[in-house]
């Protein structure tokens, strides 16, 4: 414990800016204490907290092995041995920048390009956010960040620099469509604190919500920074995850194409290679930034997190195969597409609703009607039965700085089909327990009530009674043990 005191670290390292004690990362516990396993554990807990996409990494693993000069620790590429484990520019493999500018032009349909000098490598897309932060902000500057948003960011863009992430509150009424009037309600409001806002960060397309941002929206984002004379920060990580229309529009189409009076200095993009090819283990992000004084300074960091010149090399040689890439990316999107629609069919199925997603790895669950009452607390007690007794961990919208309860993110490309199917039996199972109790309940009171008013109000704990009441909405679905019951 004493290791840990303040007066031998940092006040950072002994502060709490890792975020590590939300909600997020308690699910990720309970997974850890006990992970489902088609072979040796099937009653464990399966992970759908986790937004990775394994789909398709059966691809890239036979272009491997078909390109074994991609390696160079096999006969075929071993020639390159030394070069590559001597090198050490931080501006990274030539080829890679190069591979990775031409993929990104083919993400985005060919409509923007990209130059290889603009790119800055990072550590993920994690260490592109923080590189970003050091360069924008001092610390107390702020980020308006529009909810809900994926929870790390508070630890990948505050915690080393000090910065605060304000919330653009966007809700479910208009499918949580980012607006200028939300935007300029968070930007005035933090002024009117006294507090400086450096940046919008957007995440498109998004985590959690899988849906896009309209080009309007953006050329009203690119509009609005350039008025105020902030930085717009665009988290793209999902580009190439889009499986269904709309389009996906990147910001670089925007500033390129759109709107030649956005001021491009402002403008800066975070990419890696962590979802659309299911590589997040390589560490591989970038910045790519208008700002040529951004690109200097972010480039003097990047040995903080360069990734090693072995993957650079392997992967400059992937994504120059434009042929290898162009399948790639239609065969993702197909398989990403099928999964989604046999999930939230299947949640469908008995009632469960998703936002109308077409992006990314996982849905944006709707149990609203299941909860207690329209509270964080009532969210978080939903959350410990989804964990706990249908063993699935899934991420509570709080998480998220969701501020309207009942929301929840499902990942479900992380997995071969058979587990899938496995957690949507286990929802359909629940779900028709709950029913078949909450049928149990209104019988129950209805015999109560055939007694006569007076028996309505029998002193008897409230049993029958509170559930009954607990259990009047048609998706209140709660389970024999779940604390929504008990609670009064
Ligand atoms: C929106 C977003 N940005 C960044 C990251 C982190 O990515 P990386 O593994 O490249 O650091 C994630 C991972 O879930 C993400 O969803």
Same mark, same amino acid.
């Given at each position: 414990?004493?290791?840990?005191?303040?007066?031998?670290?940092?006040?950072?390292?002994?502060?709490?800016?890792?975020?590590?004690?939300?909600?997020?990362?308690?699910?990720?516990?309970?997974?850890?204490?006990?992970?489902?396993?088609?072979?040796?554990?099937?009653?464990?807990?399966?992970?759908?907290?986790?937004?990775?996409?394994?789909?398709?990494?059966?691809?890239?693993?036979?272009?491997?092995?078909?390109?074994?000069?991609?390696?160079?620790?096999?006969?075929?590429?071993?020639?390159?041995?030394?070069?590559?484990?001597?090198?050490?520019?931080?501006?990274?493999?030539?080829?890679?920048?190069?591979?990775?500018?031409?993929?990104?032009?083919?993400?985005?349909?060919?409509?923007?390009?990209?130059?290889?000098?603009?790119?800055?490598?990072?550590?993920?897309?994690?260490?592109?956010?923080?590189?970003?932060?050091?360069?924008?902000?001092?610390?107390?500057?702020?980020?308006?960040?529009?909810?809900?948003?994926?929870?790390?960011?508070?630890?990948?863009?505050?915690?080393?620099?000090?910065?605060?992430?304000?919330?653009?509150?966007?809700?479910?009424?208009?499918?949580?469509?980012?607006?200028?009037?939300?935007?300029?309600?968070?930007?005035?409001?933090?002024?009117?604190?006294?507090?400086?806002?450096?940046?919008?960060?957007?995440?498109?397309?998004?985590?959690?919500?899988?849906?896009?941002?309209?080009?309007?929206?953006?050329?009203?984002?690119?509009?609005?920074?350039?008025?105020?004379?902030?930085?717009?920060?665009?988290?793209?990580?999902?580009?190439?995850?889009?499986?269904?229309?709309?389009?996906?529009?990147?910001?670089?189409?925007?500033?390129?194409?759109?709107?030649?009076?956005?001021?491009?200095?402002?403008?800066?993009?975070?990419?890696?290679?962590?979802?659309?090819?299911?590589?997040?283990?390589?560490?591989?992000?970038?910045?790519?930034?208008?700002?040529?004084?951004?690109?200097?300074?972010?480039?003097?960091?990047?040995?903080?997190?360069?990734?090693?010149?072995?993957?650079?090399?392997?992967?400059?040689?992937?994504?120059?195969?434009?042929?290898?890439?162009?399948?790639?990316?239609?065969?993702?999107?197909?398989?990403?597409?099928?999964?989604?629609?046999?999930?939230?069919?299947?949640?469908?199925?008995?009632?469960?609703?998703?936002?109308?997603?077409?992006?990314?790895?996982?849905?944006?669950?709707?149990?609203?009607?299941?909860?207690?009452?329209?509270?964080?607390?009532?969210?978080?007690?939903?959350?410990?039965?989804?964990?706990?007794?249908?063993?699935?961990?899934?991420?509570?919208?709080?998480?998220?700085?969701?501020?309207?309860?009942?929301?929840?993110?499902?990942?479900?490309?992380?997995?071969?089909?058979?587990?899938?199917?496995?957690?949507?039996?286990?929802?359909?199972?629940?779900?028709?327990?709950?029913?078949?109790?909450?049928?149990?309940?209104? /019988?129950? *009171?209805?015999?109560? !009530?055939?007694?006569? $008013? =007076?028996? &309505?109000?029998? %002193?008897?704990?409230?049993? /029958?009674? *509170?559930?009954?009441? !607990?259990?009047?909405? $048609? =998706?209140? &679905?709660?389970? %024999?043990?779940?604390?929504?019951?008990? *609670?009064?």
């Amino acid at each position: 414990m004493a290791a840990y005191s303040g007066e031998l670290l940092s006040k950072i390292a002994t502060g709490d800016g890792h975020g590590e004690n939300s909600s997020y990362f308690d699910g990720w516990k309970a997974y850890d204490m006990n992970p489902f396993d088609l072979d040796h554990n099937r009653d464990g807990v399966i992970q759908m907290g986790l937004a990775e996409n394994q789909l398709s990494l059966d691809m890239i693993e036979e272009w491997s092995l078909n390109h074994p000069e991609a390696s160079i620790c096999t006969p075929q590429g071993a020639s390159q041995f030394r070069r590559i484990a001597n090198f050490q520019d931080y501006h990274g493999l030539p080829e890679f920048r190069k591979g990775m500018a031409k993929f990104m032009e083919q993400v985005r349909g060919g409509k923007v390009t990209f130059d290889p000098d603009r790119i800055v490598m990072c550590g993920g897309a994690t260490g592109a956010q923080d590189t970003l932060a050091f360069c924008l902000a001092d610390p107390g500057d702020a980020y308006l960040v529009p909810t809900p948003y994926y929870p790390a960011f508070d630890r990948d863009c505050c915690w080393r620099s000090g910065i605060k992430l304000l919330p653009i509150e966007c809700h479910s009424s208009n499918n949580f469509a980012l607006t200028r009037e939300a935007l300029v309600s968070a930007y005035d409001g933090a002024r009117s604190q006294g507090i400086r806002v450096k940046g919008i960060l957007i995440t498109n397309p998004s985590n959690p919500l899988g849906t896009v941002l309209s080009r309007g929206t953006l050329a009203m984002l690119a509009e609005f920074a350039t008025e105020r004379r902030v930085h717009l920060i665009c988290d793209e990580i999902y580009a190439g995850s889009v499986f269904a229309k709309p389009d996906f529009v990147s910001i670089a189409e925007v500033v390129e194409r759109d709107d030649p009076g956005c001021n491009r200095d402002l403008v800066h993009i975070a990419y890696s290679l962590s979802k659309d090819f299911g590589l997040p283990g390589f560490r591989v992000g970038i910045v790519y930034s208008y700002n040529d004084a951004v690109v200097a300074c972010a480039r003097k960091m990047s040995s903080f997190g360069l990734a090693s010149s072995q993957t650079q090399f392997f992967l400059a040689r992937m994504l120059s195969d434009h042929e290898f890439m162009a399948r790639f990316l239609a065969e993702s999107a197909r398989r990403l597409a099928a999964r989604h629609e046999r999930f939230t069919s299947g949640l469908r199925e008995v009632g469960i609703g998703c936002l109308d997603g077409n992006a990314g790895l996982f849905s944006w669950m709707d149990l609203r009607g299941m909860l207690r009452e329209k509270t964080p607390e009532a969210e978080l007690e939903l959350w410990r039965v989804i964990v706990h007794e249908m063993k699935l961990n899934v991420s509570p919208g709080t998480s998220f700085h969701c501020d309207e309860p009942g929301w929840f993110r499902v990942c479900h490309a992380n997995m071969d089909d058979e587990t899938m199917e496995i957690a949507l039996a286990r929802i359909h199972d629940f779900v028709r327990r709950q029913q078949k109790q909450q049928q149990k309940a209104k /019988a129950k *009171a209805k015999r109560w !009530a055939a007694r006569g $008013p =007076l028996h &309505l109000s029998l %002193p008897r704990g409230g049993g /029958a009674a *509170a559930s009954y009441l !607990a259990l009047s909405s $048609p =998706l209140a &679905l709660m389970s %024999p043990h779940s604390p929504m019951v008990h *609670a009064s």
